[in-house]
């Protein structure tokens, strides 16, 4: 397993010196987040960004995201041009040695929030969700914007990809899913970089919209489409973690072998479809981060993992779920977890 941490690029206030002083870290997740959705990564910028973080003692097992264009997951006939798009970021990166490509399949909304800083009992404020506070949100101005997010829409841009979205049931997603897997999973083969689809944030439908990788069932289902190492998942123990049906580290050991990238994170859940992010220890959350370990130790994952959103603690400010501090404290935390649990014979 190799420890990583998520990184904004140059204008991420938490800087890559600070980073590799975090013990166990290793490596750093990034994207280039000036390009916009749907163009075909230049080889030399990826190159230039792997040589930045190599500056830092640094490397770049993983890009997160290369966002998929909304024509594809709408199925428009535009798909083509941008699947193509997608496949030369993907040589982009298999050039500049990047083994994983994290990206999701969620229909405009990327993960989503209805509380940026939900204040906790000690003082910390975290991220959360509530089905009831998503109902109050108010999209006549756009979507607003995430931190993490690839893409934010205005009004008139929105209302007319929802308006698009009207036609797209589930099973149309999935076909839409499945043709883009054919598309560029042979170009992931033999560029050497493993597809890594992640699950859908929060794990139901929202604003009326499909999502479609919400459980163990879909996860298998993604494998499924296109049977290729290539064609791999990102394990989220947060996304998976908010329904209270979804058995962890059962479903590693269903899609162990296709697991090729881990986001590790602690949710306590609040109400059928609410929760608030925690600390990352077991004992915090309704996650069990030890057996979700022992499960990934039993299908011999060797891959790259990274402690996913953080609180904000210490005062600190900034992107929400992305500060150093609280994350560094996960990185640790699940390194020395990772480290204890005895390798499955
Ligand atoms: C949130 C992240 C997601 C993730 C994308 C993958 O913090 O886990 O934004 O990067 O969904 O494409």
Known sequence: M???FRWFGPNDPVR???????????????????????????????????DRV?????????????PVHEDIKLGRPTRERYAEAFGQSIVSLGAAGVGVLCYNFMPIFDWTRTDLAARQPDGSTALAYDDA?????????????????AAAYDAETLGALRAAYANVSPARLWEHLHW??????????????RLALHPDDPPWPIFGLPRIVTDGDALSRVTQLVDAPANGLTFCTGSLGARADNDLPAIVQRVGARIHFVHARNVKRTGARAFHESRHPTRDGDVDMRAVFAALKTVHFDGPMRPDHGRMIWGETGRPGYGLYDRALGATYLTGLWEGLTTAS
């Open 2 to 4: 190799q420890m990583t």
């Open 16 to 50: 890559l010196d600070q980073i590799r002083q975090i013990p166990g870290v290793t490596g750093i997740v990034s994207a280039l987040h000036d390009l916009p959705v749907g163009a075909a990564w230049p080889r030399d910028a990826v190159l230039s960004l792997r």
């Open 54 to 66: 190599a500056e830092h003692g640094l490397a770049l097992p993983v890009i997160e995201s290369v």
């Open 133 to 149: 506070a998503l109902a109050a949100i108010d999209l006549s101005r756009g979507t607003g914007d995430l931190p993490g997010w």
């Open 180 to 193: 883009f897997l054919e598309y560029v999973t042979p170009i992931a083969t033999s560029a050497g970089v």
